[in-house]
């Protein structure tokens, strides 16, 4: 078993920063590929930015140039740096990851979630 467990978010306002973490920690071999969503009420949870399993990394359009995803495959954890953050960017942020076990068995993992709050 997996567990994602992040941590990072707050209130902070525009223009400000905000640095999310995604600790791993169980049956991992390999992670296939990362990615951080977000949710807001009455919504689809939308995809922030992910890294691919060869590596690649993609940003949606509406955080380019502002969120950085990044890895520390050392500490099986995943960061997203978030600059000049936006009232529009105030959402609960979920990582996602997928995950293959030593029984070479592969599944996606959800964090917990985490509210990011941005005031005008």
């Known amino acids: 078993q997996v567990q994602l467990v992040e941590s990072g978010g707050g209130l902070v306002q525009a223009g400000g920063s905000l640095r999310l973490s995604c600790a791993a920690s169980?049956?991992?071999?390999?992670?296939?590929?990362m990615a951080w969503f977000r949710q807001v009420p009455g919504k689809q949870r939308e995809s922030v930015a992910r890294?691919?399993?060869?590596?690649?990394?993609n940003y949606s359009d509406f955080v380019k140039g502002r969120f950085t995803i990044s890895h520390d495959a050392a500490k099986n954890t995943m960061f997203l740096q978030m600059n000049n953050l936006k009232p529009e960017d105030t959402a609960v942020y979920y990582c996602y990851e997928n995950i293959q076990s030593r029984s070479l068995t592969s599944r996606p993992y959800w964090g917990q979630g985490t509210q990011v709050t941005v005031s005008a």
């Open positions: 890294i691919s399993n060869n590596g690649d990394i």
């Open positions: 169980g049956d991992i071999f390999t992670i296939n590929s």
